[in-house]
């Protein structure tokens, strides 16, 4: 139990273009969800909150209108990295909570973004 | 920002020895959890210790919390080649605008040979 996705695993585009990416809980239903970004041999970054059914809450430092969140169901979120350029090649992982014992969060595999 | 300092960065074992890694935080916590990431992969949940808990075990790992030092400790008994993996703790802090908002340390990179 307690999966989740990411797609795609990994993509390439140009500079300028929009980029998607979705994180789904796949066997449990996660009103919070967040995003992460990890720059290589570096750790992650919390780069913000998604609530289901409500704005998502940016980090400091995390461009909002840059990096358009979405959560429009219990077991989807969306990032969209609009305008991307090539510093925003990252990779970039989800995670959702879900209550076990405690709230844990349980990571997807993660989409490798690489902007040329 | 990072909450978390881990050290070391790196660690170079072989099969069958003991790897500890530390974890340094600085805000009061719920919790702390520690994570496994295979190169360039997604992260994989270890084991989470509450803040009222001192030790916690789970197979080979043994996880110990000193919150008046702030700081963890994970220990990997009887190492594998498949322990091969970048370690992360990452805290779960108090504050009320940060529930469920996880901070990561810098990660110590351990590597097994056989």
């Known amino acids: 139990g307690a999966v989740v996705s990411q797609h795609p695993s990994w993509v390439i585009c140009k500079s300028g273009t929009s980029v998607k990416i979705e994180c789904r809980s796949l066997?449990?239903?996660?009103?919070?969800m967040f995003w992460y970004r990890q720059f290589p041999k570096q750790s992650l970054m919390l780069m913000a909150t998604?609530?289901?059914?409500?704005?998502?809450?940016?980090e400091q430092g995390v461009e909002k209108d840059k990096f358009l969140i979405n959560h429009a169901s219990l077991t989807l979120s969306t990032l969209t990295v609009t305008s991307a350029h090539p510093e925003d090649s990252s990779f970039y992982i989800c995670?959702?909570?879900?209550?076990?014992?405690?709230?844990?969060?349980?990571f997807g595999p993660g989409t490798r973004l690489t902007v040329t | 920002s990072q909450q978390g300092e881990e050290d070391p960065q790196a660690l170079s074992i072989q099969e069958g020895e003991n790897a500890t890694m530390n974890c340094s935080y600085k805000?009061?916590?719920?919790?702390l959890q520690w994570y496994r990431q295979n190169s360039g992969r997604g992260l994989v949940h270890l084991i989470l210790?509450?803040?009222?808990?001192r030790e916690k075990h789970s197979g080979r790992l043994r996880v110990t919390l000193d919150t008046s030092k702030k700081s963890s400790s994970l220990l990997i008994t009887a190492s594998r080649a498949a322990d091969t993996a970048s370690y992360f703790c990452?805290?779960?802090?108090?504050?009320?605008?940060?529930?469920?908002?996880?901070?990561f340390g810098a990660g110590t990179q351990v590597v097994v040979t056989p």
């Open positions: 990452a805290t779960d802090a108090v504050e009320a605008d940060s529930w469920g908002k996880l901070q």
């Open positions: 805000t009061s916590i719920n919790n």
């Open positions: 066997d449990f239903q996660a009103t919070t």
């Open positions: 210790i509450r803040s009222n808990e």
């Open positions: 998604s609530n289901e059914g409500s704005k998502a809450t940016y």
């Open positions: 995670s959702a909570m879900v209550l076990v014992r405690d709230y844990e969060q349980y």
